[in-house]
């Protein structure tokens, strides 16, 4: 992708640990194979933003041990705009999380043991915003992933923000607020998503739901409140946003079928894990229980 001279470029280098696990963050952007809104190639991700509302293209190429990371916006910055860049691909990296703390706790764990062995430094490839990853969470609910991944390239393409460079942007919340619900259900929602959408968009397009102000420090009991008012916002959905959106690390993801699939694998267990079973199996690992969720879903079934 070539640059004109003025258009505004924010850039930063962020070191990466010696167990950094690249893939693992490519991989999660490579999830939808038509690349609309997000290109992998080798070692390098773009992923197309909403940037203060403007369309931008986010480039992250991964060296040896550092990660360059550049941003590209159809429209000015602003002039703080450079820390919170910053602060952003340090989130989507996974770099903000105290992964050591949890291996080192628990490496000799018989059953978590193995799991940390198995894929060591292993961390939670987070949304560029909170909002993006409550609405693939909403997105997601209940259907299969090749699903919803058609699902949201179809909102990415109804909500009709592209960047110069031609990759389309996850919109933000006051973009999707103003479709209405005919265009959710043409996208591919059922009405109560739609709905859903709608009303979490809207309260977060009028400020009254700050996710952007808490992405850095989660008030996470605040934002669990708020978001359980939501109808057809329910626990799951909650913690996997916080895990996604915030990389608060303790949700307990109990719920999750690939979770529970998991865990009935590790424990060699030969009947199926209930919700109530794993919820009380992850409950020893507080306040880790969403990272244990990560690597159990790393596992090859």
Known sequence: MSLRRETPVLLCTLPLPRTFRRDDILAFHRRDAQQVAERVDGGTLQKGIAWAGSPACLTVRFRARYAEAALVIDGAPAESAAEAFERMARRMLGLTQRIGDFERRHRRHPQIGRLIAGHPGLRVPLAATPFEALAWAITGQQISVAAAVSVRRRLIQA???????????????????????????????????????RALSGLVAR?????????DAPPVEDIRAQLSQIRGIGPWTIDYALLRGFGWLDGSLHGDVAVRRGLQALLDSPDSIGAADAQRWLAAFSPWRALVAAHLWAMRL
């Open 207 to 215: 400020g009254r739901l700050p996710l952007d102000a808490w992405a």
């Open 159 to 197: 909500a009709g923000l592209r960047h110069s460079g031609g990759l389309w942007c996850f919109p933000d919340a006051r973009r999707i607020a103003r479709l209405d619900e005919a265009a959710l259900r043409a996208a591919g929602f059922s009405r109560a998503k739609a709905q859903t959408l």
